[in-house]
């Protein structure tokens, strides 16, 4: 059991690039989020879902797409990255009816 | 929407003495209270959690206690060891569809040994 799964770990990018951050659950968790941590900020939701094929915007949805096509996957994408975005970014998941949310170890971005 | 305050923003004690970190929310309809223990380089991590419905709770060495009307909850670790060392968060969960958790803006704890 792998519990939640981030890919990649590290990644740079150019202002304007774009790319898909990865995120994979493997305990049939029905719902899944993005976070994003800044310094001395904590962590912010970006998007949520409660199930494949929901998707809903969270507090700084500006930026980014989510997609839901599977229980266990959730990508994040960004169209066309800008410095703002530079941030470490945080998939979790939980059932739908417990309070447990899990974090997964994180991608930290950097546009540059 | 919820906004939750978190005190202090680093804290240094000595191996064995106690620490308290304090949480205020603003919405009194939260009902969900999760800490998180992140250390470097690594996702947060739930080590403690409560309900609106409960005062306190304790775990081991460690406990967290709630005040509903004063809209506050602290985190108490106790005996505290260098592994304790990391950095902790509050949070408060909303009774929306979003389930979303609010985080404080982390406390930095160093144990000295």
């Known amino acids: 059991n792998a519990g939640v799964t981030q890919t990649p770990k590290f990644q740079v990018l150019k202002t304007g690039q774009s790319m898909t951050l990865q995120c994979a659950q493997d305990?049939?968790?029905?719902?899944m989020s993005w976070y994003r941590q800044d310094p001395g900020m904590g962590l912010r939701l970006i998007h949520y879902?409660?199930?494949?094929?929901?998707?809903d915007q969270g507090e700084v949805p500006n930026g980014y797409n989510v997609s839901r096509s599977t229980t266990e996957d959730f990508p994040l994408r960004l169209l066309s990255a800008a410095p703002s975005q530079t941030s470490v970014y945080f998939c979790?998941?939980?059932?739908?009816?417990?309070?447990?949310?899990?974090f997964g170890p994180g991608t930290r971005l950097t546009v540059l | 929407g919820e906004n939750v305050e978190q005190h202090p923003s680093t804290l240094s004690v000595q191996e064995g003495d106690s620490a308290v970190i304090k949480c205020t929310y603003s919405?009194?309809?939260?009902?969900?209270f999760p800490w998180y223990k992140q250390e470097l380089g690594k996702g947060p991590q739930l080590i403690i959690d409560i309900r609106s419905n409960v005062g306190e709770k304790k775990d081991q060495r460690i406990a967290v206690t709630l005040n509903k009307t004063a809209k506050h909850f602290s985190l108490h670790i106790t005996e505290t060891q260098p592994e304790d060392s990391a950095v902790y968060f509050c949070a408060a969960r909303d009774r929306t569809g979003r389930r979303a958790l609010t985080f404080g803006s982390g406390t930095r704890l160093q144990v000295q040994p």
């Open positions: 305990m049939n968790h029905e719902y």
């Open positions: 879902s409660v199930g494949a094929g929901i998707t």
């Open positions: 979790a998941s939980s059932d739908l009816g417990a309070d447990t949310q899990y």
């Open positions: 919405d009194s309809a939260s009902n969900y």
